[in-house]
């Protein structure tokens, strides 16, 4: 069985980029990060095939979020989101240039419609059609048409 200590080391980034797809407060998307990970701790004994996992721990965690989502659903959100880029090595000019790619980029994915931003963030995290599928609990064919929604969106959007 896995260890609380090797969950958090293995999947504490993916999660903190799934809540910011749900929550763009940093602040508030780190107690949800906590939550999340409270929640795995929690449901971990009730694990019964670990090669199952990743999708575990990602379903515990998008559950977690959408409870956060709608609890939250009258408070005011901010009008932007903005991250920390970890760019020591790269000049000025690169750390502004990807800066403002990975504005546009989240700024996209923040406007899709939720199921497809879903789809979208977990298949960026490497997870397969498949372990989407069991996370999110629909159809591989139902990920791969969300996937393509979301990409045609991302394109057009990022294309202007």
């Not at 107690?31 to 199952?52: E, F, G, N």
């Not at 009258?74 to 880029?85: F, K, Y």
Request: glycine content about 4%.
């Amino acid at each position: 069985m896995t260890g609380m200590d090797e969950i958090v080391e293995q999947f504490a980034p993916a999660l903190w980029r799934l809540a910011g797809s749900f929550e763009f407060d940093p602040a508030v998307r780190e107690d949800l990060v906590q939550d999340m990970l409270l929640a795995v701790w929690q449901a971990l004994p009730r694990l019964k095939d670990s090669s199952s996992l990743k999708a575990y721990v990602f379903r515990i965690a998008r559950n977690r979020a959408v409870s956060h989502v709608a609890r939250q659903a009258g408070r005011p959100r901010p009008a932007e989101w903005h991250d920390a880029l970890d760019m020591d090595s790269a000049c000025p000019y690169q750390q502004a240039e990807a800066g403002e790619r990975q504005r546009r980029l989240l700024a996209a994915v923040c406007a899709l419609p939720l199921n497809q931003r879903e789809a979208v963030t977990l298949f960026l995290e490497g997870l397969s059609h498949a372990e989407i599928a069991e996370v999110l609990e629909i159809s591989e064919n139902n990920v791969a048409v969300r996937i393509n929604r979301a990409r045609a969106r991302l394109t057009e959007r990022l294309s202007s």
